[in-house]
């Protein structure tokens, strides 16, 4: 018997509606549209609004836009898993309550928090239980409502993020199709430069730390960015040179929108050129665990059976990864 792939069937996305746009932070922090523009390639950010609103409320739209598109019947869900870095609760898991709120009564469910590089974490555990043969369908989520997090008084920060939520099906193929192969990693001694410091098991909130900013996104720019760029771009390198695969054979770069700066060299090293990479910072800003699923959902209608993708990230903690995908649908 073939080998059973996991073989992405549909893609879905939800981004809030308030645009929050670099003229605007300009009137919050001391900052301009042009620093922002040149040093991020960011023009603008979708913000979440509304009292008690919270990630699986972005979330629970995607995919109930994900199983209208793949005909897929709530009750047919097998799993949820959720990408996320700014959970509804500290427990229970925000794949829970999006499973409850789309009616995906039969599906059990979880969330995986490594920050920017979360969805595709998500994306290859999603694809190992469908190659086991266990289950059928696997919704793979990615959504974070970064304003939760983010100091708007704090112009390293508050400039980069924004609010969304992607998602993809994930559904068994003997064709050779689908997630290919993935390589990830992790160094925890990345824990200080980019971090929420306060909130969890070590420092519980208290009214010092909410005096102090600590339920804020702390990054030390510089360093994560040097970080980024080497090993983003090495492990996008060490895909394609695993999967025998040259600029030419890629078709597409979907690299986690972090920084313009950083696509650009990741591309660069891969040797592939400015079209093959799907680009949408410059409307969305970073949104975390969102960045890759509403790439593919941007760039849906341009994607034929047979493409060969390379998805790669990284994220705080430190953590990073690359996948090899073959799309397996034509634009329908
Ligand atoms: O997604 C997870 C992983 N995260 C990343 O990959 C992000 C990686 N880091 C970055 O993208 C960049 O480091 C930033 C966009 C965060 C910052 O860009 P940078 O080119 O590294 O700027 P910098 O921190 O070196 O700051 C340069 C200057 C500083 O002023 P001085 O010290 O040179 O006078 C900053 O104070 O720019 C100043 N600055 C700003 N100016 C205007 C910092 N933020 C701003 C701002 N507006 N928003």
Redo the contacts with the bound molecule.
């Keep these: 018997m073939s080998k059973i792939h996991a073989a992405i069937t549909g893609v879905a996305g939800y981004m809030p509606d308030y645009v929050l746009t670099n003229q605007e932070l300009s009137t919050m922090?001391?900052?301009?549209d042009e620093?922002?523009t040149t040093?991020?390639g960011i023009k603008e950010r979708r913000i979440l609004k509304g009292e008690g609103k919270g990630t699986s409320d972005m979330a629970y739209k995607a995919v109930n836009e994900l199983l209208a598109k793949t005909n897929t019947q709530p009750e047919e869900v097998d799993l949820i898993i959720c990408a996320t870095v700014t959970p509804d609760h500290v427990f229970p898991a925000t794949a829970n309550l999006i499973a409850a709120k789309t009616g995906c009564v039969n599906a059990f469910n979880y969330d995986i928090g490594a920050?920017?590089s979360g969805f595709i974490y998500a994306l290859s555990s999603g694809a190992t239980f469908i190659e086991s043969g266990r289950y059928k369908k696997v919704v793979v989520v990615g959504a974070d409502k970064m304003s939760s997090i983010i100091d708007y008084t704090d112009?390293?920060t508050c400039?980069?993020f924004g609010d969304g939520a992607g998602a993809v099906m994930l559904e068994p193929t003997e064709e050779e199709v689908g997630i290919i192969d993935f390589m990830h990693k992790s160094d925890g001694n990345g824990v200080e430069f980019?971090r929420m410091k306060a909130g969890g098991s070590s420092y519980p909130a208290t009214h010092d730390t909410v005096e102090n900013r600590e339920h804020y996104v702390f990054?030390d720019?510089?360093t994560?960015?040097k970080f980024?760029v080497t090993n983003m771009a090495d492990y996008a390198a060490k895909i394609m040179e695993r999967n025998n695969l040259t600029g030419d054979d890629v078709d597409w770069l979907v690299a986690?929108q972090?920084?313009k700066r950083?696509i650009d060299a990741t591309s660069n090293r891969m040797g592939i050129n400015d079209e093959k990479v799907m680009m949408n910072i410059e409307r969305y800003g970073?949104t975390?665990s969102a960045t890759i699923p509403t790439l593919l959902w941007d760039y849906e209608s341009q994607l034929k059976k047979g493409d060969n993708l390379v998805l790669a990230a990284?994220?705080?903690g430190f953590t990073w990864g690359a996948l090899y995908v073959k799309w397996a649908y034509d634009p329908k």
């Excluded at 922090?29 to 301009?32: G, I, Q």
């Design positions: 922090v001391d900052t301009n620093w922002i040093r991020t920050a920017c112009r390293t400039i980069i980019l990054q720019g510089k994560v960015f980024a986690h972090a920084n950083i970073n975390t990284f994220g705080g």
